[in-house]
């Protein structure tokens, strides 16, 4: 990985996974609260897509051998709370998919890496519209 700083690598680990595993949440709640297999399974497809967009920034291997969860300062942060329902699920997800994955996007400008920027920068705005396509109302 020519990503130079072991910093950066952590930091492209911490928000693939956090892409990721807001994808999953977003399939999860189309496939089984609202019952909608044409949505789920394109959060399904956008989460393999962001996986193989990782993989153009750096073998799996480098990202796993950066990652140090135990002195991450950002550990301690969880904020208890509860979600009204489905919807305030979703949305909460959405925004964590799109906020990792505007990450990854900056991550692989800083690499140097303008395909994967504009790859990632592409599942950005397939985010925004598949959040669109679920109804999904703003909480502001």
Do not use: C
Request: hydrophobic fraction near 45%; avoid cysteine.
């Amino acid at each position: 990985m020519t990503l130079g700083a072991r910093g950066l690598a952590r930091m492209i680990d911490a928000n693939a996974n956090r892409a990721r595993e807001g994808l999953r949440v977003v399939e999860d709640v189309l496939r089984f609260v609202r019952v909608d297999a044409a949505l789920s399974g394109e959060a399904r497809r956008l989460r393999h897509v962001v996986t193989a967009a990782v993989t153009a920034l750096g073998p799996a291997r480098t990202l796993l051998a950066a990652r140090d969860a135990r002195s991450d300062p950002g550990r301690a942060r969880w904020r208890g709370g509860t979600r009204q329902d489905a919807g305030a699920l979703l949305r909460a997800n959405f925004r964590r998919a799109q906020e990792a994955v505007r990450v990854l996007e900056e991550g692989a400008r800083l690499a140097l890496k303008a395909g994967p920027a504009r790859r990632l920068q592409a599942i950005r705005y397939r985010l925004y519209a598949l959040e669109s396509r679920a109804g999904v109302r703003s909480h502001r």
